[in-house]
Structure formats: C-alpha cells, structure tokens
C-alpha cells in the first residue's frame, strides 16, 4: 500500500498564497508521475495538476494555470503544489495522488487523504 501524507492547508484571504507538501512512504516513488486534485462539498472531484517522475513535464487545469505550480524533490520523496492569487472558488480539500506509470496520465492509483484550503473573501 502507498502511503501519501499531504499538509499545509489552512485558511487564507483572498489573494493570498498557500504551499501544500505530499509526503510519500514508497521507495519507488521518483517512477511515479503525481497529481494534485481537488473537490469542494457537494462537488466532483477536480484536476489541479500533474507532475512527471522526472520533474521536467508538467500539466494544470485552465482554472489554476499561471497561479499555481506544482514540483517535486525525489530525494525527500515529497511533492508540492505552490497556490498563489488565491480565489474563494479555490476553496476545497486537496488530495495528493500517485499515478502508476512515469508519464502523466492524470489516472490516480493512490490517494492521500486530503487537506483543507479555504479562502476567505
């Protein structure tokens, strides 16, 4: 079973920036892309973005682009999505997700738990 572990939600005003981390407890973890998705209460769950293994693809939802940026450092075995401009309709709690392959297909395998972000207008 892979373990993710995400942090750094919080509350935020509008404009406003949050960093969230993902942790992973996998050795294996740089051959996975990883995704960011997010879903608000009554709401499907949406794409946020997505990451290579690598590091050197990424890919956001039309929603996020140019506010947010996701990254990832295979040495700390953790991924981060930086969320700056922060909108109320950002409000959600966001999952850290593992793909199975090394190329972004934004299709999750695994799942963390989730963390909250809501900003404030």
């Known amino acids: 079973q892979v373990q993710l572990v995400e942090s750094g939600g919080g509350l935020v005003q509008a404009g406003g920036s949050l960093r969230l981390s993902c942790a992973a407890s996998?050795?294996?973890?740089?051959?996975?892309?990883m995704d960011w998705f997010r879903q608000a209460p009554g709401k499907e769950r949406e794409f946020v973005a997505a990451i290579s293994a690598s590091g050197s693809g990424t890919l956001y939802s039309n929603s996020v682009k140019g506010r947010f940026t996701i990254s990832r450092d295979n040495a700390k075995n953790t991924v981060y999505l930086q969320m700056n401009s922060l909108k109320p309709e950002d409000t959600a709690v966001y999952y850290c997700a593992a793909e199975s392959l090394p190329l972004v297909q934004t299709i999750p395998k695994y799942w963390g738990q989730g963390t909250q972000v809501t900003v404030s207008s």
């Open positions: 996998v050795r294996t973890f740089s051959t996975y892309a």
